[in-house]
């Protein structure tokens, strides 16, 4: 992997942690297995829809080590759990809605003891009607996922429109359309959920689990069993990954279940990678038709479009997908008029949940298509298309939301336009190997950073100086792999003006820690690293208040912070911070303050239908280029080259910011070639990783990585979220070049080598 160009004013800096990772000494919640503890496990109802019968357990709880093999009769409270819409059980009791549904919880003294009680139960059950496609589940003759919801399968609708699209399409020169799908896709973070729990001898629910959302995790779990939210409490070490996938509950309640009915011994419960595919969440399966307007010259006029989501059973973050999908139909570009719509819709498919690019995926892959089609019909080259329209800073984007600066379309385009796969991509296609063919294609992204309009998208933080003169980061928000903890301690270290080396941090736990939102949404280091910022501050203040105690100075302010010590230039006099350290009190020694991240002052007249998370007042942006190589025999499609440039503010740490991108395009060029998640009929086809492909280091080119300067004055030194508008451009770019290569359509993703060689036989896809 490397790194192309960067503009950045940061230091290329080591994450304190790898050497921890690397050699095994960090820890996990999967690490964390008390001598002694119980294990559960979770029968899965294998039937898309099916209204139950029984469940027939007698068999299980005679099974030597099993304590005991709970039903839906035996879980207090609402049963329900959500993020927002509560309508997903705990363990289902009279329909199962997907095949990864929960029908019985078993707690056993051992593995093997539970694996037995597992296979021994038995669902009876009464096959429904399923339905398996979103916009069919919308006819009025179509079952019905939840008979009781009064819009039928329709989750929500949602319509943000600007200017007037109707007649502003009329009056275009040029209009192309198309129709384009994007599939669910796994995760495959490299740990499944997991977590532990116990019941203290106090009555606190006690919690060591994988989730990107902690203090969210409390109230989840008690409102699903009927528990006071503040007697749970939630640690999260780091997580071997999660990707959206730990943003809402996995094995939380069916945990927390099995602790209320183990008598206060740890619970452990491991989920398989099969049990993953069935039962996680999975990114929204997409289909849009896009309508695209322009002047003879390529300024673009009017964008229509239509997209349904497919929500799965449960409607989990569904909504505020298609909210983010709807914002980011038009991409990074200016349109005057436009016209969205959108339906999320229940069926009997896995449910549908968080993933790296939350809505935006699906709609950027739609827009950067039919911008192809347009550059098609122009006859223009596909990259100047875009810098003509790419949107600079103060002008609106699709949803009417003015871009504030820094806005970086423009520079990301031209600075994947300069590199030379791009500039030279003429003399490369000529020197394609017998029998193979080449291409190159180009899109452009942008992606939200935050919650949005709707709800508090903030972080409080707290700092402690120790009676040792260090200091101590009590983070409020889970690192799944991003890197935002060694990245709070860059932060403090450069705003205390200290040695990195003299700050722990203390992982999120909801009893030591302040409370804050998710780690999620591009928004963990801008949030949590602000409200940080501002308790550095306040430190600052009070050291230099109590060292001039010391040095009975009157003017405190010409006193200033050095590496382990506070210093007074004008007299050469200093107190180390050990001293100051060992002379306050506790409370005196910590210093707490938060941060609300800003939102839209003016929002459109749009969108009412979106209570949560829309619009969006801080985008990030990327371009990105790809260049395969077909092999006319086989159809096989090499990526030989992937570069993206990204503006997320300034950077602060270019090795971070490139190992983002580097794992977000990874992510992408799977998305376009390999990861074919399939179903039928509601059952899983692809679930294991022997079915289910994903890139290895040895399916990638080098995946080159620029940054063009930007500072956001807002963020915490400049810096914006930045961890998936990475993912976006690959799809897009890959599905262009393999235009540019064989003149293969490309409507919807992974390509397959069938797909290449019928495109080489001359049919049309």
């Given at each position: 992997?490397?790194?192309f160009?960067?503009?950045?004013?940061?230091?290329?800096?080591?994450?304190?942690?790898?050497?921890s990772?690397?050699v095994?000494?960090?820890?996990?919640?999967?690490d964390f297995?008390p001598?002694g503890c119980?294990?559960?496990?979770v029968?899965?109802?294998?039937?898309p829809?099916?209204?139950?019968?029984?469940?027939?357990?007698?068999?299980?709880?005679?099974?030597?080590?099993v304590?005991?093999?709970?039903?839906?009769?035996?879980?207090?409270g609402t049963?329900?759990?959500?993020?927002?819409?509560?309508?997903?059980?705990?363990?289902?009791?009279?329909?199962?809605?997907?095949?990864g549904?929960?029908?019985?919880?078993?707690?056993?003294?051992?593995r093997?003891?539970?694996a037995?009680?597992?296979?021994?139960?038995?669902l009876?059950?009464?096959?429904?009607?399923?339905?398996f496609?979103?916009?069919?589940?919308l006819?009025?003759?179509?079952?019905?996922?939840?008979p009781?919801?009064?819009?039928g399968?329709l989750?929500?609708?949602?319509?943000?429109?600007?200017?007037?699209?109707?007649?502003?399409?009329?009056?275009?020169?040029?209009?192309?359309?198309?129709?384009?799908?994007?599939?669910?896709?796994?995760?495959?973070?490299l740990?499944?959920?997991n977590?532990?729990?116990?019941?203290?001898?106090?009555?606190?629910?006690?919690m060591?689990?994988?989730t990107?959302a902690?203090?969210?995790?409390r109230?989840?779990?008690?409102?699903a069993?009927?528990?006071?939210?503040m007697?749970?409490?939630?640690?999260?070490?780091y997580?071997?990954?999660a990707?959206g996938?730990?943003?809402g509950?996995?094995?939380q309640?069916?945990?927390?279940?099995?602790?209320?009915?183990?008598?206060g011994?740890?619970?452990?419960?491991?989920?398989g990678r099969?049990?993953?595919?069935?039962?996680?969440?999975k990114?929204?399966?997409a289909?849009?038709?896009i309508?695209?307007?322009a002047?003879r010259?390529?300024?673009l006029q009017?964008?229509?479009?239509t997209?349904?989501?497919?929500?799965?059973?449960?409607?989990?973050?569904g909504v505020?997908?298609?909210?983010?999908g709807?914002?980011?139909?038009g991409?990074a570009?200016?349109i005057?008029?436009?016209?969205?719509?959108?339906?999320?819709?229940?069926?009997?498919?896995?449910?549908?949940g968080?993933?790296r690019?939350?809505g935006?995926v699906?709609?950027i892959f739609?827009i950067?298509?039919?911008?192809?089609?347009?550059a098609?019909?122009?006859?223009?080259?596909?990259?100047?298309l875009?810098?003509?329209?790419?949107l600079?800073?103060?002008?609106q984007?699709?949803?009417?939301?003015?871009m504030?600066?820094?806005?970086?379309a423009?520079?990301?385009?031209?600075t994947?336009?300069?590199?030379?796969?791009?500039a030279d991509?003429?003399?490369?296609?000529?020197?394609?190997?017998?029998?193979?063919?080449?291409g190159?294609?180009i899109?452009?992204?942008c992606?939200?950073?935050?919650?949005?309009?709707?709800?508090?998208?903030a972080?409080?933080?707290?700092?402690?100086?120790?009676?040792?003169?260090?200091?101590?980061?009590?983070?409020?928000?889970?690192?799944?792999g991003?890197?935002?903890?060694p990245?709070?301690?860059?932060?403090?270290?450069?705003?205390?003006?200290?040695?990195?080396?003299r700050?722990?941090?203390?992982?999120?736990?909801?009893?030591?820690?302040?409370p804050a939102?998710?780690?999620?949404?591009?928004?963990?280091?801008?949030?949590?690293?602000?409200?940080?910022?501002?308790?550095c501050?306040?430190?600052?203040?009070k050291?230099?208040?109590r060292?001039?105690?010391?040095?009975?100075?009157?003017?405190?302010?010409?006193?200033?912070?050095?590496?382990?010590e506070v210093a007074?230039?004008a007299?050469?006099?200093?107190?180390?911070?050990s001293?100051l350290?060992?002379?306050?009190?506790?409370?005196?020694?910590?210093?707490?303050?938060?941060?609300?991240?800003?939102?839209?002052e003016?929002p459109?007249?749009?969108g009412?239908?979106?209570?949560?998370?829309?619009?969006?007042v801080?985008f990030?942006?990327?371009?990105?280029?790809?260049a395969?190589?077909?092999d006319?025999?086989?159809?096989?499609?090499e990526?030989?080259?992937?570069?993206?440039?990204?503006?997320?503010?300034?950077?602060?740490?270019p090795?971070?910011?490139?190992?983002?991108?580097?794992?977000?395009?990874a992510?992408?060029?799977?998305?376009a070639?390999?990861?074919?998640?399939?179903?039928?009929?509601?059952?899983i086809?692809?679930?294991?990783l022997?079915?289910y492909?994903?890139?290895?280091?040895?399916?990638?080119?080098?995946?080159?990585?620029?940054?063009?300067?930007?500072?956001?004055?807002?963020g915490?030194?400049?810096?914006?979220?930045?961890?998936?508008v990475?993912?976006?451009?690959?799809?897009?770019a890959?599905?262009?070049?393999?235009?540019?290569a064989v003149?293969l359509?490309?409507?919807?993703?992974?390509v397959?080598p069938e797909d290449?060689?019928?495109?080489?036989?001359?049919?049309?896809?």
């Amino acid at each position: 992997m490397s790194a192309f160009s960067s503009n950045s004013s940061g230091q290329r800096f080591h994450h304190r942690d790898t050497l921890s990772k690397a050699v095994g000494a960090e820890r996990y919640s999967t690490d964390f297995t008390p001598p002694g503890c119980l294990w559960a496990g979770v029968k899965r109802a294998g039937v898309p829809h099916a209204r139950i019968i029984a469940v027939h357990s007698e068999e299980a709880r005679a099974v030597q080590g099993v304590t005991s093999v709970l039903t839906r009769a035996d879980v207090p409270g609402t049963n329900r759990q959500g993020i927002v819409h509560k309508d997903q059980p705990v363990l289902a009791g009279s329909v199962v809605r997907h095949a990864g549904d929960p029908v019985a919880l078993v707690v056993a003294e051992s593995r093997e003891a539970l694996a037995e009680a597992l296979a021994c139960i038995r669902l009876e059950c009464e096959p429904l009607p399923g339905i398996f496609d979103p916009e069919l589940a919308l006819k009025p003759d179509a079952p019905l996922v939840h008979p009781d919801w009064e819009t039928g399968n329709l989750l929500a609708r949602g319509l943000v429109d600007k200017g007037d699209a109707q007649q502003a399409m009329q009056a275009c020169e040029v209009v192309v359309e198309g129709e384009f799908e994007t599939p669910m896709q796994e995760h495959v973070s490299l740990e499944p959920p997991n977590g532990a729990a116990r019941m203290t001898a106090k009555g606190v629910l006690e919690m060591i689990v994988s989730t990107q959302a902690p203090f969210r995790d409390r109230f989840e779990i008690a409102h699903a069993l009927g528990l006071n939210p503040m007697s749970i409490r939630i640690r999260a070490p780091y997580l071997g990954g999660a990707f959206g996938g730990k943003d809402g509950a996995t094995v939380q309640c069916l945990l927390a279940l099995a602790a209320l009915k183990s008598g206060g011994r740890w619970v452990r419960m491991d989920w398989g990678r099969e049990e993953t595919f069935l039962a996680g969440y999975k990114r929204h399966a997409a289909r849009m038709r896009i309508r695209l307007g322009a002047t003879r010259d390529g300024v673009l006029q009017a964008l229509e479009s239509t997209m349904y989501f497919d929500s799965g059973p449960y409607a989990h973050l569904g909504v505020e997908i298609m909210a983010l999908g709807l914002e980011h139909s038009g991409g990074a570009y200016r349109i005057p008029h436009t016209r969205m719509e959108g339906f999320c819709v229940y069926t009997n498919n896995p449910v549908g949940g968080a993933f790296r690019g939350f809505g935006v995926v699906q709609a950027i892959f739609a827009i950067e298509r039919i911008m192809d089609v347009l550059a098609a019909r122009l006859h223009m080259d596909p990259g100047e298309l875009r810098l003509k329209n790419a949107l600079r800073p103060g002008e609106q984007n699709c949803a009417g939301v003015a871009m504030q600066s820094p806005s970086g379309a423009c520079e990301c385009l031209e600075t994947v336009m300069a590199h030379p796969a791009w500039a030279d991509r003429m003399a490369w296609k000529a020197k394609a190997p017998p029998f193979k063919r080449r291409g190159v294609g180009i899109a452009a992204s942008c992606n939200a950073m935050g919650y949005g309009r709707g709800l508090p998208d903030a972080a409080a933080a707290k700092l402690e100086l120790t009676r040792e003169g260090n200091f101590k980061i009590f983070n409020s928000v889970a690192d799944m792999g991003q890197g935002n903890a060694p990245a709070f301690v860059q932060l403090a270290a450069t705003a205390l003006k200290q040695e990195a080396s003299r700050f722990e941090l203390v992982q999120p736990d909801t009893r030591l820690c302040l409370p804050a939102g998710s780690s999620s949404a591009s928004r963990t280091t801008y949030t949590f690293g602000n409200a940080l910022l501002r308790a550095c501050e306040a430190m600052r203040e009070k050291l230099i208040a109590r060292a001039a105690l010391f040095l009975l100075v009157d003017e405190p302010n010409r006193l200033c912070l050095k590496p382990g010590e506070v210093a007074d230039e004008a007299t050469g006099r200093s107190v180390p911070l050990s001293m100051l350290g060992a002379m306050l009190q506790r409370d005196d020694r910590i210093c707490v303050d938060q941060f609300v991240m800003p939102v839209v002052e003016n929002p459109p007249d749009t969108g009412k239908e979106f209570k949560l998370g829309f619009p969006h007042v801080f985008f990030s942006h990327g371009a990105c280029l790809c260049a395969v190589e077909v092999d006319e025999l086989t159809g096989q499609v090499e990526l030989k080259e992937c570069v993206t440039a990204v503006e997320c503010g300034r950077v602060l740490n270019p090795r971070g910011v490139e190992q983002q991108v580097q794992g977000a395009a990874a992510q992408g060029a799977g998305l376009a070639l390999m990861e074919k998640f399939s179903t039928q009929g509601g059952r899983i086809l692809s679930g294991d990783l022997s079915t289910y492909l994903i890139p290895t280091a040895l399916d990638l080119p080098d995946l080159e990585c620029a940054t063009v300067d930007g500072d956001e004055p807002s963020g915490p030194l400049g810096l914006k979220g930045m961890g998936e508008v990475g993912i976006h451009g690959p799809a897009p770019a890959v599905a262009q070049a393999l235009g540019d290569a064989v003149g293969l359509t490309v409507r919807s993703v992974p390509v397959e080598p069938e797909d290449v060689l019928r495109a080489l036989r001359g049919e049309k896809s």
